[in-house]
């Protein structure tokens, strides 16, 4: 239990972010199943709402055909027993009908096979049909009531009749009866198919239109299909939608009822529209978790940021602790010895003054280089470039070091360049700070009685200051983070060498400002490689 609790602890952003994850990501997989049930549902109901258009345009057909079969084929059986039936044809007359081609009455009170009469718009009479495919049409049709007003059978009640068999003479049929349900005559009518295909269909069409679909404005953008019994296209509202697959289809339901209706729409299809919700608005789902996500783990980097930061500031507030109690007790211990004539010897007194100084030389460069960061943090830090020969710099700040190592230190081997280099505007002070940091990491990291050679040389356009160790040397992994500020290299058991973490830092913000690079070259148990590049240009 005690590890689970230390290692929460340890990991409490990734945590954090674990707990704000899991319920995100329920989220988005309950929106998904939503969304596809949702798909599912508008797609169902988009093509409900084709099949209601569909059977909308059915209905208006059947009632324009209904309206004008019950105008028309309404004629009182008392016309045909009194023999009266030019009446039917001066009412005809009066109220001309749209989509008829041609009315007819068959009169079954005279003849017994029945008299077939035909209506002439242009004489206003009922006139004896010539012999013709109509005529035929219209015998074939009404037989069934010949055969049954010739054996005096009871019709059932009264009704409309669509008879097309011929496809070319399609007839609604009235039968008449009498009182005692005996067929008297026959009321009849022969539709006008290309009023129906030119007039009648387009405006059923574009009637309907508004009621199922206000968002469209045309009847092309649903791309209507009629087609006959054949399956040749009668009627198509767009081109594109022949070759498509219908949506949806149906029949006509009361006259016209070998053609076919469809419906195919491939800009507002069901399925499209509904996928293409889907797809929207889980995508817009899916960018809005990413954003979120993406601000959330910002969040938390910056959080774990400054946590590091705030636990490498402790370490750093430690270790400059220490590496300022170890000088100061070391001066106090020889001061204390000298104020008490320990060293009455004229060469311990030499010896306990050399070791205050090193000790007061060390406060100063760690003084010097936490004042230095801190100028360059709150950028007040400025620098003063002038032309100097690097070699002098160099070759001074390594003799000046190598005058306060300990006996027991390492030694340093200077190697210069074997032609004299050019001027170049540098801030002495600076490269110094920057060269002796590079040179105190080397001694720290160098075992007692080893060599740091430093080289200063040219290399085709560039000036190199070259530090070189023997020491522990430096993973790879560690090498791209060691010049970050406060960082400090994992020693393991074999050092415990104790710093600030500021100095390469400082460096590497020096040598940034002369326009240069420092890179490092390192193996653990080699040694390292410390170059700080500057460009002659």
Not at 137 to 144: G, H, L, M, S
Not at 298 to 313: D, T, Y
Not at 441 to 450: P, T
Request: glycine residues 8%.
């Amino acid at each position: 239990m005690s590890r689970v609790v230390s290692y929460l602890r340890q990991h409490t952003l990734w945590v954090g972010f674990a707990a704000v994850l899991a319920p995100l990501a329920l989220l988005l997989g309950a929106q998904f199943v939503w969304l596809s049930r949702l798909e599912r549902v508008s797609a169902i109901a988009r093509q409900a709402a084709l099949y209601n258009y569909l059977e909308a345009i059915g209905s208006e057909v059947q009632y324009f055909y209904r309206s004008e079969a019950e105008r028309s084929l309404n004629v009182p059986a008392s016309l045909f027993t009194q023999g009266r039936l030019e009446k039917v044809a001066a009412a005809w007359k009066s109220r001309p009908t749209e989509g008829i081609r041609r009315l007819f009455l068959v009169d079954y009170t005279r003849q017994p096979f029945g008299n077939f009469l035909v209506f002439n718009p242009e004489s206003g009479l009922l006139e004896a049909p010539l012999a013709s495919d109509e005529s035929l049409a219209i015998i074939v049709a009404c037989t069934p009531w010949q055969v049954l007003s010739y054996r005096k059978g009871r019709a059932p009640a009264s009704a409309l009749h669509v008879d097309e068999r011929n496809a070319e003479e399609r007839i609604i049929l009235n039968p008449i009866l009498d009182e005692a349900s005996g067929v008297v005559g026959v009321a009849g009518m022969i539709l006008d198919e290309e009023y129906f295909i030119k007039k009648l269909l387009p405006d059923a069409i574009d009637h309907s239109l508004p009621s199922f679909f206000p968002d469209v404005s045309r009847v092309a953008d649903l791309g209507v299909i009629v087609r006959d019994a054949k399956g040749t296209v009668i009627l198509s509202a767009r081109d594109d939608a022949v070759a498509a697959t219908p949506a949806v289809t149906t029949r006509f339901p009361f006259v016209f009822g070998d053609w076919t209706l469809s419906l195919q729409s491939p800009r507002t299809g069901p399925e499209r529209w509904a996928r293409a919700g889907f797809h929207f608005n889980m995508s817009l789902s899916v960018l809005l978790a990413a954003a979120l996500m993406g601000g959330i783990l910002l969040a938390l980097r910056a959080a774990n940021r400054a946590m590091k930061l705030s636990a490498m500031k402790s370490d750093f507030v430690s270790n400059v602790s220490h590496e300022l109690r170890t000088p100061l007790a070391s001066i106090r211990v020889f001061a204390e010895l000298l104020r008490l004539g320990k060293a009455a010897a004229p060469e311990k007194v030499q010896e306990y003054g050399g070791f205050i100084e090193g000790e007061s030389r060390r406060l100063t460069r760690l003084i010097d280089n936490i004042l230095d960061f801190s100028r360059i943090e709150s950028g007040r830090k400025s620098y003063r470039l002038v032309q100097t020969d690097l070699h002098e710099i160099v070759e001074a700040t390594v003799h000046s070091f190598e005058v306060h190592l300990r006996r027991d230190g390492p030694r340093l081997l200077f190697e210069g360049p074997t032609a004299p280099l050019p001027l170049r505007p540098v801030d002495p002070d600076a490269i110094t700070l920057a060269l002796h940091n590079l040179l105190d990491n080397a001694v720290k990291y160098s075992g007692k009685g080893q060599e740091v050679r430093i080289r200063l040389a040219r290399e085709e356009d560039e000036l190199v200051i070259e530090v070189r160790d023997d020491g522990i040397g430096i993973a790879r992994d560690e090498q791209r983070r060691i010049f970050e500020r406060f960082h400090r290299v994992s020693t393991g058991l074999l050092h415990e060498v104790k710093g600030s973490g500021l100095g390469l830092s400082i460096v590497h913000h020096i040598v940034q400002v002369h326009g240069g690079r420092v890179t490092v070259d390192s193996e653990p148990g080699k040694g390292s490689r410390f170059c700080i590049r500057l460009p002659l240009g």
